[in-house]
């Protein structure tokens, strides 16, 4: 059994005198229960169910009378703690009701359930991390403890607060554009690193085909990608704010420049040249630094495309070209032709974890720069281009010629080349 | 010595002297006085790098603005021939009032030139490469409170803020007791930087207040400044008040970058053996940045090694296999 202690039930205990009632929600398939109601001494339970949304036991299971909780001496979760790792052993209960000043309670024939708080754990034992909540089963034979788990006052991002640049990256606002099989995880890739604010861009719905690849599941089909996208996160990363545009960043290149005005980094996962291209000049006129992620070859590499707006930094089309006449990229048609008249991409072929490697990867790069233009000199990365392995085949012209899969390949970049519109100055 | 005395002791080497900077107020608070009681003069103030405390020594010049009344002068803001008219009239008051001869005032300035946003006052002999100057500024206050002064070569008046530099610096100083002070080595630091045409101070003051940050101590906030201002540096370096564009449009940004990122490199490490408590290896390490006068200890004697090569100036740290999961 396993014994939950939400964050206003620890409150409670915390501010409450000697003992009490108890009642759990109690789920016997999981072996798991909630405190749901303490009182003080004799007096009336009161409910400490934690706001919406709720534990999932909370639907499931009526609150009940079943135990006791008391202040006890810090010795006694001492105790715990050894008991609990010579499992299966009890003790007689006098010991348990010596480390209980006031208010116990003789168990009767089936024994109940008892939780203790020992304010002063962490000044008797300090650095142990000896919980100042934990949980009894007690019977006339004796007591046993219980794994209990209180929700500490702080969870989500700031829990890494000291250890990472959680402020940081809480007041960074990146614009993905793209949420397909790479955007969908390059979003959940860079709440899960902290950033606080995602403006998802993408017009497309969800559709059985993208279930193989796509981090949102199949209740969501038919919905707009972004607009599933941003539920889920609100679910699993709360500290992540989204904001979910359902929008193509050709037709609506107004609406995605003003927003520009406003966000710190934009990563782009959209497939197609014609969106990339459109993001990258979109961001470069913004003074923005953009972070292309896609897979070549059927998806057997992965590339992340760093575009900073300076001089001697090429756009798109220029580090295209570039690759082109040095013999390393054969490129599409659509590379030349005008905004918005490139043709379809090809059908995806690679395999869903694969994008997900490019896309946390490319999370990676638009975080780190972030962070390098913060003054954190421990995220600077070794180049402007990556190029990621996922099937390595033999003879691809070089950059592209890399030996093993997973190698990763950092390359620069390279200069601007005469005549480009997009990195000359309008 | 620990890393704030030798940080102190730097400071020390970098700051000038309290008796000079005290004589360069003076001069400066002569020539507001002096201004101040003239009829058409509304108010005065000093500018430059004095008047925000981020001075480098030695202290040659010192900027005075002149705020005039335009009443008093209806043809001046306008472009045309009234920029160099308003440099020239400065250049004639400055002369009655404070001139060596015949000063009404007193007696100070030697020589006079007019230049193209202010008139060069002499108070040695211009001959002296030494040579203390006051640079003094006409101005008119616009009505958003910004001035605007004459450019005698392009026959124009120009917009200017700079109050709004003073009140940035001061600001981010209130937050943080070490930036005056750390602007000041960064300017020392510019001098020796292998940047190709040189880089003005000024750049180095606006990537202080965009880079700096506004707590901790200086070894992390010095780390922080190289590594951001690495970047920020190809962004261009502009006024901050949003007036005069680009502070040095030639800057060799490429250069002062790569300059900016070594800096950063030492620093990172200076910043880690400091935690180990390495504290020698430490100021070897911003010594590297900093040059000599940077308080450091000598190299050790190198111990025998196996590793061949340049000899690392931190022994490489092995790692913990002590795996998160
Ligand atoms: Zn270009």
Redesign the interface.
């Given at each position: 059994m396993l014994i939950l202690i939400p964050q206003d039930a620890a409150t409670t205990f915390r501010a409450s005198g000697a003992w009490g009632r108890l009642s759990l929600r109690i789920s016997h398939p999981d072996d798991l229960a909630v405190v749901g109601g303490i009182s003080e001494g004799g007096g009336s339970i009161i409910s400490v169910d934690p706001p919406p949304p709720a534990p999932r036991l909370l639907a499931g299971c009526d609150s009940r009378p079943t135990g006791y909780w008391y202040q006890a001496n810090s010795e006694l979760h001492a105790l715990w703690y050894l008991l609990r790792a010579r499992r299966g052993t009890s003790m007689k209960l006098d010991a348990f009701k010596d480390a209980v000043p006031s208010g116990f309670k003789t168990p009767g024939d089936g024994g109940y359930v008892a939780i203790t708080h020992a304010p002063g754990v962490k000044d008797a034992f300090p650095e142990s991390g000896l919980p100042d909540l934990v949980a009894w089963h007690v019977t006339r034979a004796g007591f046993q403890p219980i794994e209990a788990s209180a929700e500490p006052e702080t969870t989500g991002i700031r829990q890494l607060g000291g250890h990472w640049p959680v402020k940081e990256l809480q007041n960074t606002r990146i614009m993905l554009v793209g949420a397909g099989s790479i955007g969908s995880a390059t979003a959940h890739a860079l709440a899960g690193y902290g950033v606080g604010h995602l403006t998802l861009v993408d017009p497309d719905r969800l559709d059985w085909h993208n279930l193989v690849r796509h981090t949102s599941a199949r209740r969501h089909i038919g919905r707009h990608k972004v607009t599933a996208l941003a539920e889920e996160l609100a679910a699993l990363r709360p500290d992540t704010t989204v904001s979910a545009l359902a929008l193509d960043v050709i037709e609506h290149a107004d609406h995605i420049r003003a927003l520009l005005a406003d966000t710190h980094l934009v990563v782009c996962t959209a497939d197609g040249v014609a969106p990339r291209r459109v993001t990258g000049h979109l961001a470069r006129r913004a003074?923005l630094t953009a972070v292309l992620a896609c897979v070549l070859q059927d998806g057997a590499l992965g590339e992340i495309l760093r575009l900073?707006?300076?001089?001697?930094h090429g756009c798109l089309t220029c580090r295209r070209r570039t690759l082109a006449e040095a013999g390393g990229l054969d490129p599409e048609l659509a590379l030349d032709a005008g905004y918005g008249t490139g043709t379809r991409h090809r059908p995806m072929t690679a395999v869903g974890s694969d994008l997900h490697l490019v896309a946390q990867l490319a999370a990676k790069t638009a975080v780190a720069t972030v962070l390098?233009?913060?003054?954190?000199?421990?995220q600077?990365l070794p180049g402007e281009h990556a190029l990621l392995g996922l099937r390595r085949q033999p003879d691809w012209a070089p950059p592209f010629d890399l030996g093993h899969t997973a190698e990763l390949r950092w390359l620069p970049a390279t200069p601007p080349r005469s005549g480009c519109p997009t990195c000359e100055a309008p | 010595m620990g890393i704030d005395d030798a940080f102190d002791a730097f400071q020390k080497t970098v700051n000038e002297d309290i008796g000079k900077t005290r004589l360069a107020r003076e001069r400066r608070d002569l020539f507001k006085t002096a201004l101040l009681s003239e009829p058409d003069v509304v108010e005065t103030f000093g500018s430059g790098s004095l008047s925000r405390s981020t001075q480098l020594k030695p202290i040659h010049d010192v900027d005075v603005v002149i705020v005039y009344d335009p009443d008093e002068h209806p043809e001046w803001g306008n472009d045309g021939p009234s920029a160099q008219d308003a440099l020239e009239y400065v250049r004639t008051q400055v002369n009655r009032l404070l001139s060596q001869t015949n000063g009404t005032h007193a007696n100070e300035v030697r020589h006079t030139l007019v230049r193209n946003h202010a008139v060069k006052c002499f108070l040695d002999d211009p001959e002296d490469p030494e040579a203390f100057t006051v640079d003094v500024m006409a101005a008119l206050r616009q009505e958003d409170g910004s001035l605007l002064i004459p450019e005698k070569l392009n026959t124009r008046w120009v917009p200017a803020n700079p109050e709004y530099l003073i009140g940035q610096v001061a600001d981010h100083q209130r937050d943080w007791p070490h930036f005056r002070p750390l602007v000041r080595v960064l300017k020392q630091w510019r001098l020796t930087a292998p940047v190709q045409g040189g880089i003005k101070s000024l750049v180095m003051e606006v990537l202080a207040l965009n880079?700096m940050?506004r707590s901790g101590n200086r070894s992390q906030a010095l780390?922080?400044?190289?590594?951001?201002a690495a970047?920020?540096v190809?962004?261009g370096v502009w006024d901050p008040a949003g007036l005069c564009g680009q502070i040095q449009p030639d800057l060799d940004?490429?250069g002062l970058s790569d300059a900016f990122a070594d800096a950063?490199?030492l620093?990172?490490r200076a910043c880690v053996a400091a935690a180990e408590g390495d504290t020698d290896n430490a100021l070897r390490l911003w010594q590297k940045i900093f040059g000599d006068d940077f308080p450091a200890p000598a190299a050790p004697a190198k111990p025998a090694s196996l590793i061949t090569g340049t000899p690392a100036l931190i022994t490489p740290r092995p790692i913990k296999d002590a795996p998160q999961g």
């Open positions: 003074g900073r707006p300076w001089p001697q390098q233009r913060a003054g954190h000199p421990d600077r | 880079c940050p780390k922080t400044f190289f590594t951001a970047v920020r190809h962004e940004h490429a950063a490199d620093a990172e």
